[in-house]
């Protein structure tokens, strides 16, 4: 398949079978998968007279796996074709995700990830065999790929190829990323490129100096970056492995840390979400800033991206709140491809001669109520999910064969900037110090925003409808804004280092920071509100049928008619309590919603003040001919500041000389 014909999107899920666990506990299996793209849960539920009824609830993917489905079959049907994207300068993206024990180390990895062979070779290896298959390809000869790997925890980056070293991600105005520091391992072969992976997983799982006990409490990120002879990155793959879904919901532990942790990944899922939905709706802004997950992996969300979440899901009774969780959270990312899919659906419905579209259907779905299948379809019309096709670059690739991997370090390198060391300038012209972070942070806010602020501003959101922070500006002044470079007189940053004014009262900074709290909020707040408005149909509809209960139970003879009074009063008000809170909700919400706006607004104002500010100084330096600063070899422009790092980076003498090569120790 084409790269260009692949969706962008492609939101699978993957259910493992019961383990021996939960046989011998027996804990009831949940789950079916009904056809190829349709997994139903049957959730056992009480009555209020105690008695047991199964609420049936159906989801809709790209694909839906049981139990029986191998890693190869869940590769070659959605990732492999992605591989062969990134051959063509796609920025490919692979997610797994679930909750903890839900498969997703199963999947990426392989049943046993410290197995040197494999029977049932994971997400990893398959790729590693079909990046080094396809290198052999005439076409690429000359590429060279390297790999490294991260993790995040509690916001931070860690580099799990260098002792779990805290690294830092920067982003230019054209939208890339840089982690600096972050070590790079170049792999000639599928062998070494396993190594890398093991080694840094193993440093992910085993590591001393973690903070975090449980790897499930954070991401991991390997990705693979492939050069060409000029060693320019021509594509990259990012594969993910997400923090343990349940772990979002560990925000009412009493231990403050595990709160923190907690709503940390929670708003990093709600995030990803978002940005995989901004992706899907084309839209040219994305709300990356929402956490440092969406924000490293920035890049993936923009231009030529293929996305593809593996939403990996427990069998048993026991783990069905989780499940049903992480089934409604796949739902919602590629929810806005059903819309995409509706006039060809229900034009396949209406062929059938029946009058439901698919928009109903799904309408049906997200209220999460009953099956809403359509059975009376002839199965030739059935939705089929059509048998995986081995992207047509991969056909003549021979079957694979395992070999043993060894259990050699591998070879690494440490991808620095110099010049970025040297002159610790970035974004907007501030000094910092190198160790202060706090204003790094500041820096990449605004560098950030920079990047949103390009280009035309068209608007965006963070949830549904709404408008991305600050992009409602024709931004090239700002673009081409040079950096001040003179000492005549102080910056914001420079006073806030000396300690002159309270940080409170810096201008832009504290903006971009309360702006980036109340943008959490709101991610959080969206979330909540479509939960409670969810829950308030599903209680409308219980409603509505104990209404139909007790009007069928007047209608007999002899009926009490004050029992009826009593109960319908009773259930009336019930419904106006609800509708009420949710409009306490729905009212906060918007609120909030209006304070982004006004926030955005103190946003330019702000700037345009530090901007006519700044062409005072130079104008006054120039006049003054106060001699620019010896660091600074040129007054760069901030995209050709960041251009120029990432000519650096792509210089064959200085990342990837011999000199930079070490060895972690061996694991
Ligand atoms: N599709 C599958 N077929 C057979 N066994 C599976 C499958 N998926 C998962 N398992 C088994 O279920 C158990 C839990 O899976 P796994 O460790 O992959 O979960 P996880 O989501 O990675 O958990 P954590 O977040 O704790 O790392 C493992 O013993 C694994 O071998």
Redesign the pocket.
């Known amino acids: 398949m084409e790269a260009q014909s692949l969706p962008k999107i492609r939101v699978v899920v993957?259910?493992?079978?019961l383990?021996t666990k939960e046989i011998t506990k027996k804990d009831r299996d949940i789950l079916s998968v009904e056809d190829p793209q349709t997994m139903v849960v049957q959730e056992v539920k009480q009555k209020v007279d105690l008695s047991k009824f199964i609420e049936k609830h159906t989801f809709t993917f790209d694909n839906a796996f049981g139990?029986d489905?191998s890693?190869k079959e869940v590769y070659q049907t959605c990732v492999q074709p992605i591989i062969a994207a990134a051959f063509e300068g796609a920025k490919v993206s692979c997610f797994?995700y679930?909750?903890?024990?839900?498969?997703?180390?199963?999947?990426?990895?392989g049943?046993n990830p410290t197995a040197p062979e494999q029977e049932h070779p994971g997400i990893y290896l398959q790729a590693a065999e079909d990046i080094f298959f396809l290198l052999r390809e005439p076409a690429y000869s000359g590429y060279t790929i390297y790999c490294s790997l991260f993790e995040i925890y509690c916001g931070k980056l860690h580099d799990l190829l260098n002792k779990r070293k805290e690294v830092h991600a920067r982003s230019d105005a054209k939208e890339r990323v840089k982690i600096m520091g972050l070590t790079e391992a170049p792999c000639d072969t599928d062998e070494e490129l396993m190594q890398v992976i093991n080694y840094g997983l193993t440093e992910r799982t085993t590591g001393s100096t973690a903070a975090n006990a449980d790897?499930?409490r954070s991401h991991a990120i390997m990705q693979v970056v492939l050069r060409n002879e000029a060693n320019k990155i021509v594509g990259k793959m990012s594969f993910i492995?997400l923090?343990?879904s349940e772990r979002g919901a560990d925000t009412s532990e009493s231990n403050k840390k595990t709160r923190q942790d907690g709503a940390e990944i929670n708003k990093s899922l709600l995030a990803l979400k978002e940005c995989i939905r901004a992706l899907d709706k084309d839209q040219k802004h994305t709300p990356f800033r929402g956490s440092k997950l969406t924000q490293v992996l920035k890049d993936s969300f923009i231009g030529n991206c293929k996305t593809v979440m593996i939403a990996?899901v427990s069998p048993g009774a026991s783990c069905c709140e989780n499940t049903l969780n992480s089934l409604r959270y796949a739902d919602r990312v590629k929810e806005l491809k059903n819309e995409n899919r509706d006039k060809s659906d229900s034009l396949m419905l209406a062929r059938n001669g029946s009058h439901t579209t698919k928009k109903e259907i799904k309408k049906q779905h997200s209220f999460q109520t009953t099956t809403i299948k359509n059975k009376n379809l002839p199965v030739a019309l059935q939705r089929q999910e059509p048998t995986p096709v081995e992207p047509e670059i991969f056909s003549k690739k021979n079957k694979r064969s395992m070999r043993p991997k060894t259990s050699q370090a591998p070879k690494v390198h440490q991808n620095k900037s110099p010049r970025y060391r040297n002159s610790n300038r970035v974004g907007n012209g501030l000094q910092i110090n190198s160790k202060t972070n706090n204003l790094v942070e500041i820096n990449e806010n605004i560098q950030s925003i920079q990047g949103m602020i390009k280009g035309p501003s068209s608007g965006t959101h963070y949830a549904t409808e709404k408008k991305m922070p600050f992009a409602r500006r024709d931004s090239n002044k700002q673009m081409s804004h040079r950096a001040p470079t003179f000492q005549s007189k102080k910056s914001l940053t420079d006073i806030q280092m000396e300690g002159e004014i309270e940080p409170e009262s810096l201008g832009l900074e504290k903006i971009c920071h309360d702006h980036e709290s109340l943008v959490n909020l709101i991610l959080q707040e969206e979330e909540d509100l479509l939960g409670s408005h969810k829950k308030y149909i599903d209680d409308i509809v219980d409603g509505v049928k104990k209404q139909m209960v007790i009007l069928h139970e007047v209608d007999k003879p002899g009926s009490n008619i004050e029992e009826y009074i009593g109960s319908l009063d009773q259930m009336l008000l019930h419904n106006i309590s609800i509708a009420t809170k949710i409009r306490k909700q729905l009212k906060t919400f918007e609120c909030h919603l209006k304070q982004e706006e006004e926030l955005s607004q103190k946003f330019y104002e702000q700037q345009d003040e530090d901007m006519q500010q700044n062409d005072t100084d130079e104008m006054l330096t120039e006049q003054m001919g106060v001699a620019k600063e010896k660091d600074y070899p040129e007054d760069l422009h901030d995209d050709e500041f960041m251009d120029d790092l990432y000519d650096l980076e792509v210089t064959p003498s200085e990342p990837h000389h011999e000199d930079n090569l070490i060895a972690p120790p061996n694991f």
């Open positions: 993957r259910k493992r079978p383990n139990e489905a890693n797994a679930g909750q903890t024990g839900s498969g997703k180390t199963f999947t990426m990895m049943p790897s499930s492995d923090a343990g990996n």
